[in-house]
């Protein structure tokens, strides 16, 4: 396993990294377990005093950690920026709603007075991807340090930039060292430091076959665990649909990111009125994406993030087409180069037989399915292995609404583009993995709700069930 940087812009290998051993993990180990216990025992608010700090410091320093995102993975300059921005957002709701989500819950039970007390489990590890570098660690990181679950994380490869500064900022705000400590590690190292006793949580993000290699070990291990992974959501057209507003986002909501988002609309239904105008609407979208340096105000769509992405993708695309689906916008001879760039396709006619129907394009890739009626149209979006997310558009808010509970999906945003915020719960079904991240259930995905019953009449065991109450 080498961490390295090769920025996509330029395919050149910029830093090479230097793994670590089994001394810098049992410190990591030890030092996170130090804190969770004394954390478990004391007020979280120097914590939320300190996450407010990360949030104003990923603020101030905005273009320099997005600097190091774009030169890490490629992604455009002004989108890294935003990533740095929500991501300090992130930081920011959970230090304003600490007190509110660590507050004891009193309810009252025959027992007598009970409560549940949010309290941590212990120390955490996260793998995460690479896609947002910076955006995927503080999901895991703020709710957790509030709640007093340390962490460690294993950091996609291809991003060590990212992994590296995440940290170090932290300290520069003020968070404990040991709180969140990035380590340089193989696959076998991330599985024995689930095995150790210390670890209580696993979080990954990435893709179903790391999620499901993660899962088995954090099974064996009977470790809490949550998986955020891959999606192919649906962008549902009904038929009464309002195409000026579809056409404001339809080019956004495919190639953001470079088309490489677990949550982009990656297969867009339409009913056989809107079909051509969609085909034509999306089509328009992608002649206008303008491909270059990543850092360029006026590039539009950037390159994917390794030469070995853009050639599985290529591949993907080449299997769809032999297996029948027909390129309806695109020129595959533009995507055989030995760069990074992938030049934006439509396929279409795309039938259950072919593999693509049902797979992941992790790239600027769309595909547009035709339907008989809106009911066709929510049938098509549930046969799918996935359920990360989804838009839908309904001239009918209500309709729509209706329609959007029909899909069986992590969430549906309805007449209006898929985006994340940090009060908006994050999570899929299916092959998208299981748990939640963000808002106040990403609070809940690794607390546990300790529950104190305090009696104040006398035991009566005469009116319990046979002794069980
Ligand atoms: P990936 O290959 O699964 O990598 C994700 C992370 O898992 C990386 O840190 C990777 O390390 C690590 N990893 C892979 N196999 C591992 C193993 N056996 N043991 C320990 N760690 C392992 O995923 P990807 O292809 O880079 O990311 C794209 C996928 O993530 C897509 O499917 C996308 O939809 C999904 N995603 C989901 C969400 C969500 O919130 N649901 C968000 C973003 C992305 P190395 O880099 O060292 O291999």
Redesign the pocket.
Do not use: D
């Given at each position: 396993?080498v961490y390295q940087i090769t920025n996509p812009y330029t395919n050149q290998i910029e830093k090479v990294y230097s793994n670590q051993g089994a001394s810098e993990i049992e410190a990591a180990l030890q030092k996170g377990d130090q804190l969770y216990k004394s954390w478990r025992n004391t007020s979280f608010e120097s914590r939320a005093a300190n996450l407010n700090a990360v949030s104003q410091l990923f603020k101030k320093k905005v273009d320099e950690i997005a600097t190091v995102i774009t030169r890490d993975m490629g992604k455009r300059f002004i989108e890294a920026q935003g990533e740095v921005l929500i991501s300090a957002e992130i930081a920011q709701y959970y230090a304003d709603h600490a007190s509110e989500f660590m507050a004891v819950r009193p309810f009252k039970s025959r027992m007598g007075d009970a409560q549940l007390v949010p309290k941590p489990i212990g120390v955490l590890m996260a793998?995460?991807?690479?896609?947002?570098p910076i955006y995927?660690l503080m999901r895991v990181f703020a709710p957790n340090y509030i709640l007093g679950n340390p962490m460690l994380y294993?950091?996609?490869?291809?991003t060590p930039g990212s992994a590296e500064v995440f940290a170090e900022l932290l300290i520069e705000a003020g968070v404990e060292v040991g709180a969140c400590t990035n380590l340089f590690i193989d696959?076998e190292q991330?599985?024995q430091i689930i095995a150790d006793k210390r670890i209580q949580g696993v979080a990954?993000?990435?893709?179903?076959?790391?999620?499901a290699?993660?899962a088995a070990e954090a099974g064996k291990n009977l470790k809490r665990s949550s998986l955020?992974?891959?999606?192919s959501d649906p962008f549902v057209i009904l038929h009464d649909a309002d195409l000026s507003e579809i056409e404001k986002i339809v080019g956004q909501a495919r190639l953001y990111n470079a088309g490489q988002?677990?949550t982009s609309s990656k297969r867009f239904i339409v009913t056989n009125d809107n079909y051509e105008a969609i085909v034509k609407m999306l089509s328009h979208a992608f002649s206008k994406a303008v491909m270059g340096d990543p850092f360029a105000a006026t590039t539009t769509l950037a390159p994917l993030s390794s030469l070995k992405a853009k050639k599985d993708l290529v591949k993907q695309v080449e299997a769809a087409l032999s297996n029948g689906a027909t390129l309806a916008y695109g020129d595959m001879s533009k995507n055989q180069g030995e760069d990074c760039f992938f030049s934006p396709v439509i396929l279409t006619d795309i039938t259950p037989g072919n593999p693509a129907y049902y797979q992941?394009f992790?790239g600027p890739v769309g595909q547009i399915y035709q339907v008989a009626d809106d009911d066709a149209a929510i049938a098509l979006a549930n046969d799918s292995n996935y359920g990360?997310s989804g838009v839908l558009f309904s001239g009918d808010l209500n309709r729509g609404i209706d329609y959007a509970k029909r899909i069986e999906t992590g969430g549906v945003f309805v007449n209006s583009y898929g985006g994340t915020l940090p009060e908006l719960p994050?999570g899929?079904v299916k092959r998208?993995?299981y748990g939640h991240?963000l808002s106040e259930l990403g609070f809940e995905a690794f607390m546990n709700p300790e529950l104190i019953v305090a009696r104040s009449t006398p035991i009566d065991l005469d009116n319990a069930f046979g002794g069980f109450l």
């Open positions: 396993m793998v995460e991807p690479w896609n947002f995927q294993k950091h996609a490869s291809n696959y991330v599985n990954l993000t990435g893709s179903e076959r790391a999620g290699l993660i955020e992974l891959g999606g988002v677990c992941e992790f990360l994050f899929g998208s993995g991240e």
